[in-house]
């Protein structure tokens, strides 16, 4: 399949960043798009991501090779029946939602599994829309794949090394293999993480001492909580069953540790936790998860008025972005006083090594 014309539909930060990956690195490629903020389109056009900008999703769609539905999971089904009667016969249509079951349940009811390609690229960041979209988005991220039972093996086949050629690492796994897997791995993370959140905040007093200490690991941990309620409140939704199935398994073994608290059982808590830290230090660091990695180290100062200053004059100086810096009150399992966050993991290392020349004393974790 020679791919020439892909359309999307919706173009925020993950859209938007697919398709400036798709003019980066195949600038021939041509791109037309629809969203309903008109002047984030005229945006992309004038940026020369887009070079057809549609008002509606109508017949022009009938060009492309393939679409992206990028628009919010609740939203996509409706666009699915308007384009069914004018895609071309070998068109792929594929969408970036972070549930699967859901999508292909409504591509079946459609008649329309010959053409769809089901797809999640396990990136984002904390913030959204297209003017936070980056061609590097996807880079190095896993970038499921989940194909129809009925898409020619052939689509495939060209789908496949088409996300590779956008940098993104594609997995091919079957829709409910996926949805389970990402209920253990992402959606039971973000609802530990607000539950936690909400139970210090629950648990504080008055004066908001809870909240004052909490920074640091607590914060660390709990960054997740931050993301979007709207989008992880459909996401909970769609993938109803798999989340209760692992929420069940997880209330078990907490369930079984108050036993051991409660019985003093050191052999089984030290158990727990070597396994946690085991498994734990066995994950591999090398590529994007479905949770946004965090770019940060701690760093030793001397607390001296201009010291923050001329550190982030020194990052400025190398070209590098901070998207955060702040002081460690709370060092009972930090390295130093200052924690930097950088936006990738480029700039990272570019810190890192520049703050290392200038004799500062750099932790890494």
């Known amino acids: 399949m020679n791919i020439k014309t ?29 969203m309903r903020t008109a002047d984030t389109l005229i945006e992309a056009a004038n940026e ?5 900008a549609c008002t509606a999703v109508d017949d022009q769609f009938s060009a492309c090779d393939c679409i992206f539905l990028c628009a919010p999971v609740s939203t996509n089904a409706s666009y699915l029946e ?19 079951t859901d999508i292909h349940e409504r591509v079946t009811a459609l008649g329309l599994e010959a053409h769809f390609i089901g797809g999640h690229p396990m990136a984002g960041s904390e913030k959204t829309g297209y003017a936070n979209a980056k061609p590097h988005l996807i880079e190095n991220a896993y970038y499921i794949i989940t194909p129809s039972a009925q898409v020619p093996k052939a689509a495939v086949d060209a789908f496949v090394p088409f996300i590779a050629s956008l940098k993104a690492l594609p997995l091919v796994l079957d829709y409910r293999q996926h949805d389970f897997i990402t209920a253990s791995v992402s959606h039971l993370p973000h609802l530990i993480a607000s539950s936690l959140v909400n139970l210090v905040h629950q648990l504080d007093g008055e004066e908001e001492l809870m909240k004052r200490i909490a920074a640091g690991g607590f914060k660390d941990i709990t960054r997740i909580a931050s993301s979007s309620p709207e989008m ?39 158990r727990f936790f070597e396994a946690s830290r085991d498994y734990r230090n066995s994950i591999p660091d090398s590529s994007s998860g479905p949770i946004k990695k965090m770019y940060a180290f701690y760093c030793d100062m001397v607390d001296e008025a201009g010291g ?17 810096i702040g ?39």
Not at 92 to 98: A, E, F, H, R
Not at 240 to 254: A, F
């Open 6 to 34: 892909v359309g999307f539909v919706g173009l925020g930060l993950i859209g938007g960043s697919i398709a400036k990956a798709v003019k980066a690195f195949h600038p021939e490629i041509q791109i037309m798009a629809y």
């Open 48 to 52: 020369g991501t887009v070079d057809i």
């Open 82 to 100: 308007a384009l069914k009667p004018v895609i071309k016969e070998d068109c792929i249509l594929t969408d970036v939602g972070s549930t699967k």
């Open 232 to 270: 992880w409140q459909q996401i909970c939704i769609t993938n109803k069953s798999n989340l209760i199935q692992v929420l069940d398994r997880c209330l078990e073994q907490l369930a079984a540790v108050r036993v051991q608290l409660e019985t003093e059982d050191a052999d089984g808590l030290y």
């Open 308 to 324: 923050i200053a001329a550190l982030a004059t020194i990052l400025a100086a190398g070209g590098i972005s901070l998207k955060n």
């Open 327 to 365: 002081i460690i009150h709370n060092r009972e399992f930090e390295e130093a006083v200052l924690k930097v966050e950088l936006y990738d993991e480029d700039s990272y290392k570019k810190a890192v090594e520049l703050l290392r020349k200038y004799r500062y004393t750099i932790y890494e974790r």
